[in-house]
């Protein structure tokens, strides 16, 4: 049965030229909303849509918590973005409305989905996904992609066969690019990598890899490894939780995307120690990085400094061994690697690390400040110039400048399965001459 769409068309233009001496008309995006209390937020939604929810036909056999959303992307899809909340779920959800077969899809979702708040915003962008600004929420936790055509999306719509959607937070500011650390077992990787943390403890974070080897007496769950078990991390690794992984002598490791994306929201930069395989993984992801060779001086140094360490059984050693023979001609072979970095003299080798880095000796560049956070109430208006969204939180005429906010996108880097980041956040007072922006 076809959705009983009763659409009053209501396209709302919103005067801004004011604000930023531009001649231009910003209007909202092309949206419906669904529900008892037609629109919450917003000035006005393109269409009005109702009794959706009565009959449940809008795709949900859920609980609405109180707001919908509608974006038509193409001719024949519109995606219904939905708060929910039952014994089952409390986060927003997804569901397609497909015009020609006249059907409901309940597409597969990747990425951790929004926690349901009293209502939010949509707006599409650049035909491949849609902002979704919750209201009632602070800037770390506000501003969602839901990524419909991405190239990542597109690619799991060809291996799932099926309609797929994907979240990813949105980050206010950027992050330094993650330093990706290879080298043969006992070259001195991690030595050199405690040395930088020590020294610039609030700069660098260590990604923590997942890995099904047993734990070294020192080595401690969480810290140095996530230890874990060979079939809980495939299954991990089927659902699209890992940026990478490797079969390394003998055990499986894996960088999860979790653990790069946690070092990077302190507003650190993300140092990962992997092997070989896992770098040319990651070279070959979305991931922008830089990637260091860490080479011995000689094989037999490499041997001496594995067999002191005293942490393998000699078989272990046999099989680091045999295997770093490969690592090091890889390694060494030109496109792998932006820079080798020899390990004979452990002081020069960390000198020359650093001096790669770009840090001076011994003085720590303050750590960046996280972007203060920011308020954005449950009723709030949106309107869009180009990657620029203006955000009105103020409800009144009178107050109509207090509480709002330039969202500038035009930088916007990475994307799901990752966060969103280099979003840009300003407020926008207003002054004698029009309007001033604050960072
Ligand atoms: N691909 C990949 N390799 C990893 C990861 N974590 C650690 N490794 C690599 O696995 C190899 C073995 O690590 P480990 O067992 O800690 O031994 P070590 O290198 O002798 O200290 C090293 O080459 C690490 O760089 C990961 O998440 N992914
Ligand atoms: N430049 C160096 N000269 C001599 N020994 C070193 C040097 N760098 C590291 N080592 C030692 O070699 C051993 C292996 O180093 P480690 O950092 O555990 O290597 P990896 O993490 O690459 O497996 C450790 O006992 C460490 O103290």
Not at 75 to 80: G, L, R
Request: net charge negative; aromatic share 8%; glycine share 8%.
């Amino acid at each position: 049965m076809k959705a009983p769409l009763k659409v009053s068309c209501k396209f709302s233009f919103f005067e801004i030229s004011d604000f930023f001496n531009l001649n231009v008309n910003c209007y909202l995006t092309d949206s419906i909303s669904f529900g008892e209390s037609p629109v919450s937020m917003g000035e006005a939604p393109a269409f009005l849509v109702d009794d959706l929810q009565k009959d449940l036909t809008n795709g949900f056999h859920l609980k609405l918590k109180g707001h919908e959303t509608a974006i038509n992307i193409g001719h024949n899809k519109t995606y219904v973005i939905a708060g929910m909340e039952n014994e089952s779920t409390s986060n927003i959800e997804v569901r397609i409305y497909d015009k020609y077969t006249d059907e409901w899809v309940i597409p597969i979702v990747l990425g951790t989905k929004p926690k349901s708040s009293k209502g939010h915003t949509a707006v599409l962008l650049d035909e491949d996904k849609i902002l979704v600004i919750k209201g009632n929420s602070t800037s770390d936790d506000c501003f969602w992609f839901l990524e419909v055509n991405t190239a990542f999306v597109r690619e799991q719509k060809k291996r799932f066969e099926t309609d797929v959607v994907a979240w990813s937070r949105g980050v206010i500011g950027e992050a330094e690019i993650p330093i990706v650390i290879s080298g043969p077992s006992g070259v001195g990787k991690g030595t050199l990598i405690s040395k930088l943390m020590e020294e610039f403890p609030s700069m660098f974070g260590f990604s923590v890899s997942h890995t099904t080897r047993a734990p070294r007496s020192k080595e401690q769950n969480r810290v140095h490894y996530h230890f874990t078990e060979h079939s809980i991390m495939e299954k991990d690794i089927k659902d699209g939780k890992f940026l990478e992984f490797a079969s390394v002598h003998g055990n499986l490791y894996g960088t999860s995307i979790e653990a790069v994306e946690a070092v990077t929201d302190k507003g650190k930069r993300c140092i990962l120690d992997i092997d070989v395989q896992g770098a040319r993984s990651v070279r070959g992801s979305s991931l922008e990085a830089i990637f260091i060779f860490i080479s011995p001086p000689s094989f037999e140094d490499l041997e001496k400094r594995l067999r002191a360490r005293g942490t393998e059984t000699e078989e272990q050693i046999q099989k680091r061994l045999k295997n770093a023979r490969a690592e090091i001609e890889q390694g060494n072979s030109p496109g792998h690697f932006d820079c080798i970095l020899v390990n004979d003299d452990l002081e020069t080798c960390y000198k020359n690390l650093k001096k790669l880095l770009g840090l001076s000796e011994g003085a720590e560049t303050p750590h960046k400040l996280l972007p203060e956070s920011v308020e954005i109430h449950l009723e709030h208006r949106v309107s869009k110039i180009d990657q620029k969204i203006l955000i009105n939180c103020g409800n009144s005429e009178e107050n109509s400048y207090r509480n709002m906010f330039l969202l500038d996108l035009s930088a916007i880097k990475g994307g799901a399965p990752g966060r969103t980041r280099g979003l840009n956040l300003l407020t926008v007072e207003p002054s004698i001459n029009g309007t001033k922006m604050l960072s």
